[in-house]
């Protein structure tokens, strides 16, 4: 019989803790085969934020550590600049690196730390109960903008991507999206280069994923999946920001 | 012998970091202690260490508390205000028991105070500092020579016992210029083992992970025990702590840093005019020489403790003496006094003794 697939060695086999329906475990699982395909498994170290993903230390079947909200790319520039032969990537929710962490976010961008961001952007805080996060959409409800993000009163959506290719030092940056078959193939293909490049020493990648939550966001799965489709990525375009081949 | 060098007090103790094994400096601009930072930007990429101006001193902790979890010794270095910028990744540190190395060349304060000497982050060093339940190691030097030595042994505690160690100067000590001597050798990290928890290449071993959490039920608890236990052998054997003259002594004044450089001036007046006149001095505030202050106070019913904030070190003597004995205070909170003012109240308290 051939083996035609199986659950990848980077991979720790237990049960994930996260909601039907979360993007979380699609994103996991993207990166854990490419560390197997990459062959990087035994040279890799990941950062695990706050929030949802906290619980990433245990599901990555490599050196992971964990650190305070926000600070997952000073926490893997420290990694990386005494270990440079290790392959380090930090994984970030919209309140975590768009909010408490946005220093960071810009400031190891600019610096072009040889290093590899998975951002994940669902729209809402999820640990937490569903607040609202920097990139919450207009109108759209959360536990503390209850009649809609407005305007007056929470301002805008950040644009992380559109922000970041401002800066000389954001080497790559793509836009993604896991709501669909087609868009986890294509998730797949930008983390893959956000990691090669790392090995060829190109500087700053950083993959934003477009996910969901629909616990937070009071939907169905299927309903979830339809929300990115339709309401953030008019919002939010798909597409590439910045390449090294630019 | 060693050769003396002529330094200021901050270069002292970057250098004394890097001899020490120090391969790894994050830190931010704050006066009084821009020197550390000037100096290793240099001097780090000279012996191959990295070097990185954060972008503030929440994030040159942060990268303190990756870099350090590869198994290096690191360093970063602040003021009051930064300092209290870092206590989050600093409980960090404590709960993912990595052993950093830190200094506060403490200023004026609270708020923005002022650039100048004072003693006021006392309480915030030796009662852990950030959140959570807590003990940092901390070193109080009162000449340059000891910032340039103390860097050595603060690693070497941090490692042994896997907790934060701090030095804790002023700007006097970080700013002033004295002969240095370091007493040890230079250390080189490739002769230091790696840590059996360090993250790195993973290559024929178990995957290993850096956290300072643990959600199940009950088991912060146990967590938080075996680092109690820690605490206690180090409040046991670690404590380090200077007596002068306090054998005949009817008054011994209780000092640290660089307020104990100028007791001693006062004290050695006293000395002078026939007055029976001790200093006892930490030289770690945490773990406090409780024992030996305690032991002093047998035969010793007043002590007066000098210091430049209002009555923080004090607590930690009184615990020490445990109603054995009177304790007055000299407090100068962002004030640095002069011999003469410490003689002056050392002659009050000396007077009402019968």
């Given at each position: 019989m051939k083996l035609i697939n199986k659950k990848p060695s980077s991979l720790v086999d237990k049960p994930m803790r996260y909601c039907p329906g979360c993007g979380h475990g699609i994103v996991h699982r993207l990166?854990?085969?490419?560390?197997?395909?990459?062959?990087?498994?035994?040279?890799?170290?990941?950062?695990?934020?706050?929030?949802?993903?906290?619980?990433?230390?245990?599901?990555?079947?490599?050196d992971m550590i964990q650190g305070p909200h926000g600070r997952g790319p000073a926490i893997a520039?420290?990694?990386?600049?005494?270990?440079?032969?290790?392959?380090?990537?930090?994984?970030?929710?919209?309140?975590?690196?768009?909010?408490?962490?946005?220093?960071?976010?810009?400031?190891?961008?600019?610096?072009?730390?040889?290093?590899?961001?998975?951002?994940?952007?669902?729209?809402?805080?999820?640990?937490?109960g569903g607040q609202m996060a920097p990139t919450t959409l207009l109108g759209q409800?959360?536990?503390?903008?209850?009649?809609?993000?407005?305007?007056?009163?929470?301002?805008?959506?950040?644009?992380?991507?559109?922000?970041?290719?401002?800066?000389?030092?954001?080497?790559?940056?793509?836009?993604?999206?896991?709501?669909?078959?087609?868009?986890?193939?294509?998730?797949?293909?930008?983390?893959?280069?956000?990691?090669?490049?790392?090995?060829?020493?190109?500087?700053?990648?950083?993959?934003?994923?477009?996910?969901?939550?629909?616990?937070?966001?009071?939907?169905?799965?299927?309903?979830?999946?339809?929300?990115?489709?339709?309401?953030?990525?008019?919002?939010?375009?798909?597409?590439?920001?910045?390449?090294?081949?630019? | 012998m060693a050769e003396k060098i002529l330094m200021k007090g901050n270069e002292a103790l970057a250098e004394g970091a890097v001899r020490a094994g120090c391969r790894f400096f994050a830190g931010y601009p704050i006066t009084p202690q821009n020197e550390v930072p000037e100096y290793m930007s240099w001097r780090m990429p000279e012996v191959g260490g990295s070097f990185i101006q954060a972008e503030s001193e929440v994030a040159a902790i942060n990268m303190l508390y990756g870099a350090s979890a590869t198994g290096i010794r690191t360093m970063t270095s602040s003021s009051s205000p930064g300092i209290s910028l870092k206590q989050e990744g600093i409980s960090y540190c404590a709960g993912a028991d990595l052993p950093i190395f830190f200094a506060n060349v403490v200023r004026g304060g609270p708020g923005l105070g002022n650039i100048a000497a004072g003693q006021g982050d006392y309480f915030q060093s030796t009662?852990?500092?950030?959140?959570?339940?807590?003990?940092?190691?901390?070193?109080?030097?009162?000449?340059?020579?000891?910032?340039?030595?103390?860097?050595r042994r603060c690693y070497e505690l941090a490692e042994k016992y896997r907790v934060p160690a701090m030095i804790l100067a002023d700007a006097i000590?970080?700013?002033?210029?004295?002969?240095?001597?370091?007493?040890?050798?230079?250390?080189?990290?490739?002769?230091?083992?790696?840590?059996?928890?360090?993250l790195g290449i993973a290559a024929g071993r178990e995957r290993r992970i850096v956290r300072s959490y643990d959600l199940r039920e009950g088991k912060l608890e146990l967590l938080n025990l075996e680092r109690m236990e820690r605490y206690r052998k180090i409040q046991e054997k670690e404590t380090l702590h200077e007596n002068r003259q306090t054998d005949d002594a009817k008054l011994v004044v209780a000092a640290y840093g660089t307020s104990s450089r100028i007791a001693a001036g006062a004290v050695k007046m006293a000395r002078d005019k026939g007055m029976k006149v001790g200093l006892f001095?930490?030289?770690?505030?945490?773990?406090?020489?409780?024992?030996?202050?305690?032991?002093?106070?047998?035969?010793?019913?007043?002590?007066?403790?000098?210091?430049?904030?209002?009555?923080?070190?004090?607590e930690d003597v009184r615990l020490s003496v445990c109603?054995?004995?009177?304790?007055?205070?000299?407090?100068?909170?962002?004030?640095?006094?002069?011999?003469?003012?410490?003689?002056t109240e050392i002659e009050k308290v000396y007077q009402g003794i019968r």
């Open positions: 990166i854990a085969e490419i560390m197997d395909e990459l062959d990087i498994r035994e040279r890799t170290v990941g950062v695990a934020p706050v929030g949802c993903a906290v619980f990433a230390d245990e599901y990555f079947n490599c520039t420290g990694i990386k600049r005494s270990k440079p032969e290790c392959i380090v990537f930090s994984y970030q929710g919209d309140g975590d690196l768009a909010s408490i962490g946005m220093a960071e976010t810009v400031h190891s961008a600019a610096r072009s730390e040889n290093i590899t961001i998975i951002f994940i952007n669902n729209a809402i805080y999820g640990m937490t409800i959360s536990s503390t903008c209850p009649a809609g993000r407005s305007v007056a009163v929470n301002g805008y959506p950040i644009k992380v991507c559109e922000m970041l290719a401002q800066l000389q030092g954001a080497r790559y940056l793509e836009r993604t999206s896991v709501s669909t078959a087609p868009g986890v193939i294509k998730t797949k293909k930008a983390i893959k280069k956000a990691f090669q490049n790392q090995i060829d020493c190109v500087g700053f990648s950083m993959v934003e994923v477009l996910s969901t939550c629909p616990t937070n966001w009071g939907m169905t799965p299927v309903q979830g999946a339809r929300f990115v489709d339709e309401k953030m990525t008019p919002i939010y375009p798909l597409g590439v920001y910045r390449s090294p081949e630019q | 009662r852990g500092g950030g959140h959570g339940d807590y003990y940092t190691i901390v070193m109080a030097p009162n000449c340059v020579e000891e910032m340039g030595n103390f860097p000590l970080g700013q002033m210029m004295e002969p240095v001597e370091f007493d040890f050798e230079l250390v080189d990290p490739k002769t230091l083992k790696a840590p059996d928890w360090a001095r930490p030289i770690t505030l945490w773990p406090f020489p409780a024992k030996a202050l305690a032991a002093i106070a047998e035969h010793v019913k007043n002590f007066l403790v000098v210091e430049m904030s209002m009555g923080q070190f004090v109603g054995t004995a009177r304790v007055d205070l000299y407090a100068r909170p962002a004030g640095v006094p002069s011999a003469d003012e410490v003689f």
